[in-house]
């Protein structure tokens, strides 16, 4: 995805690693920054230096009392798992499993994001990850002709998307199984390329939008 420019005003976008993380995880955990700032017991003026201010370096305490008004951790706060798959963490002792409804799996389909595609190669099958939408109830994604997504056209395929909190060890996951084609109408393809969120995380030259049609959606939750 593309990153946008800062815009003046009371709402700047933080610039820093630092600031990106703790206002990413304001808004996963659905807290403004007073309401941060008064949980971790600072200043919203000081918040708002840490999530704007590049190069920002809190003391330790800081960003403890930080990681605890956001649920989350120090080192998710401070990058420490960037580089680490999802599910590192520790499982809860009583954490509850439930099948989705199909209209729940769609309402979480429906925010746009990264989501991984399982197609069938020369070499075996493959699961690749794209960037996603939704458009009339189907997944479409763009990628470039040749490449491994583009081998989704005129096959069934599995289309999967999730969200992991590896502070809570809980998340959700959502599977399509459908039949994917080509946007061949031009007309169609112009209306995705206005109404995409962003470029394709890979870069430019991915022209080919390729559409899969859900035969059968399902999904699952853990929750603590």
């Known amino acids: 995805m593309t990153a946008q420019a800062p815009t003046q005003g009371a709402q700047s976008h933080p610039l820093g690693d630092l600031g990106r993380r703790l206002a990413q995880r304001r808004a996963e955990v659905g807290l403004t920054r ?3 700032a008064l949980r971790a017991g600072m200043a919203p003026s000081y918040l708002r230096y840490l999530e704007e201010r590049p190069g920002a370096a809190p003391d330790a305490g800081v960003l403890l009392r930080l990681a605890g008004a956001l649920d989350t951790t120090l080192s998710e706060l401070t990058g420490g798992a960037s580089d680490l798959p ?10 509850e499993f439930t099948e989705l409804t199909e209209r729940e799996c769609r309402e979480l ?22 960037n ?3 458009f009339d109830g189907a997944i479409v994604y763009r990628t470039a002709p040749g490449s491994t997504p ?21 998340g959700w996951s959502v599977l399509v199984r459908g039949d994917a084609a080509a946007v061949a ?9 206005e109404r995409a969120y962003s470029l394709p995380w890979a870069g430019r030259g991915r022209d080919l939008w390729v559409r899969v ?6 999904g699952r939750r853990i929750m603590t």
């Open 132 to 134: 996603y939408a939704v």
């Open 109 to 130: 389909l429906s925010t746009h994001g990264v989501g991984r595609i399982a197609v069938n190669t020369w070499e075996g099958p493959a699961v690749v990850p794209v």
């Open 34 to 36: 007073t309401q941060a």
């Open 213 to 218: 049609e859900p035969r059968l959606v399902t």
């Open 86 to 95: 999802p599910g590192m963490g520790q499982a809860s002792p009583h954490a």
């Open 185 to 193: 109408d031009p007309a169609v393809a112009r209306l995705l390329d």
């Open 150 to 170: 583009a081998l989704a056209v005129g096959r069934r395929v599995a289309f999967q998307t999730d969200h992991i909190d590896e502070a809570f060890s809980q």
